[in-house]
């Protein structure tokens, strides 16, 4: 009976210490990882105030130490895409906004980023990819259908664009002025490139321009000439230009709107001194030289 007893007795115990093992390599484990993330952020730290200086080199070797550390974070490999990108390694940047992007199971904002870097890079398709699975992650990422509408009208998918730019306007926040006045200029914008003026002038004329600053109510008033120009009512483009000039600054396109109204209404030596004023400001305005040669203005 004291042997069996014994062995009762040992039995456990045995348990009791393969159970302490176990959980003292558990606690180990964690512990260093607990350490490496600790490590890693200081190193992140230290490569987001590098990149507050501009100091791109160093924060790139900053988060590459803690990439090595914690090879599964979104959050350094999106900001080793940003370094990148700074310093012109497009293709590197690319690279490692997609690895973000896998790292974060395709968060939407991150595939909208990668997205983003490839429309400023000029591959299209990629882009229009990447922005496609951000809205069937998000359906209301503003960001996202804001740029997938660019996308489109680069492609001359002017339609889709518009779809996706009014779906923007029906969810922005009321009181995000600016939000709403850029797109609704890139709505009337793509209205003037598919020729439905009386589309873009109706865009515009609802815009609130008492609500918003002098620069956006310059783009505004250019915009406006030129739905009113295509319309045939150059004295209206004419005066929305004249507003526009009243709100001071240089104003280059301005000046040239106005000369490319006068010369539509034939008046040429408006024109002629319109075309001079653009080239004042801007001796190499390759739009107003090209209309300074058709009316012959004299240089």
């Known amino acids: 009976m004291k042997m069996k007893s014994d ?19 558990q606690w ?12 890693s952020r200081s190193f992140m730290h230290a490569g987001d105030s590098a990149m507050k200086t501009g100091q791109y080199v160093i924060a790139i070797e900053q988060f590459q130490k803690a990439a090595e550390l914690t090879p599964d974070d979104p959050v350094i490999f999106e900001r080793l895409s940003e370094s990148n990108w700074e310093l012109g390694y497009q293709t590197r940047a690319m690279n490692q906004m997609a690895r973000a992007v896998q790292a974060s199971d395709y968060d939407a904002s991150l595939l909208y980023k990668l997205a ?18 951000s809205i069937v992650r998000d359906s209301q990422l503003i960001e996202a259908r804001v740029l997938r509408g660019e996308i489109y009208a680069e492609q001359g998918a002017s339609s889709k664009a518009l779809e996706d730019l009014h779906f923007v306007l029906g969810i922005l926040n009321e009181d995000d002025i600016e939000r709403q006045v850029e797109m609704q200029m890139k709505v009337a914008k793509i209205y003037i490139q598919q020729q439905r003026f009386q589309n873009a002038l109706s865009i515009v004329t609802t815009i609130p321009i008492t609500r918003i600053d002098d620069e956006q109510l310059i783009q505004v008033y250019q915009i406006h000439s030129l739905a009113l120009q295509e319309l045939g009512r150059f004295k209206d483009a004419q005066e929305k230009l004249e507003l526009a000039l009243k709100l001071g600054g240089p104003q280059i396109e301005t000046y040239y709107r106005l000369a490319e109204v006068h010369a539509a209404a034939n008046n040429m030596s408006d ?3 319109a075309i001079q004023q653009t080239l ?10 090209q209309l300074s040669q058709r009316i012959s203005v004299p240089r």
Do not use: T
């Open 7 to 25: 062995k009762l007795f040992f039995y456990p115990i045995s348990v009791g210490l393969l159970c302490f093992s176990l959980m003292g390599c």
């Open 28 to 39: 180990f484990n964690l512990q260093n990882s607990v350490g490496d993330w600790g490590k």
């Open 116 to 133: 983003n870097l490839n429309f400023q890079y000029g591959d299209m398709q990629r882009a229009l990819e990447a922005v496609n699975h």
């Open 271 to 273: 024109a002629v001194l």
């Open 280 to 289: 004042a400001l801007s001796p190499k305005h390759q739009r107003a030289l």
